[in-house]
């Protein structure tokens, strides 16, 4: 009889340490998604890489230009309103640049 309570005992002890684990989990996934729906974008930050010192082919500011004709200005906007996959496809579609990431 006792080792049946035991083992009642520990089957419960693991169903219990799995419902926490996933309300655990759950609770960070929310809060992970919820977090990126409410950062606003405040800035827009270029790094340009160029193998040819002291000669850039474009300038931040026409960057910038392309970027707000692709997707709008995405100043004061929610991070999650915003398309990366977009940007970066409209961005590549440009001759002058070789590769982009948002």
């Known amino acids: ?24 989990i759950l609770f960070i996934w929310n809060r992970m998604n919820f977090a990126g729906k ?35 200005n995405p100043i004061g906007k929610s991070a999650a309103d915003i398309s990366l996959t977009q940007l970066e496809q409209a961005l590549n579609k440009n001759p002058e640049i070789s590769s982009s990431t948002a």
């Open 1 to 24: 009889m006792d080792k049946l309570r035991m083992a009642f005992s520990k089957r419960q002890w693991m169903l219990s340490a799995v419902i926490i684990a996933i309300i655990l």
């Open 38 to 72: 409410n950062r606003i974008i405040s800035d827009i930050k270029i790094e340009i890489k160029n193998p040819i010192k002291d000669f850039q082919f474009l300038t931040n500011q026409e960057i910038i230009e392309r970027v707000q004709s692709s997707i709008g």
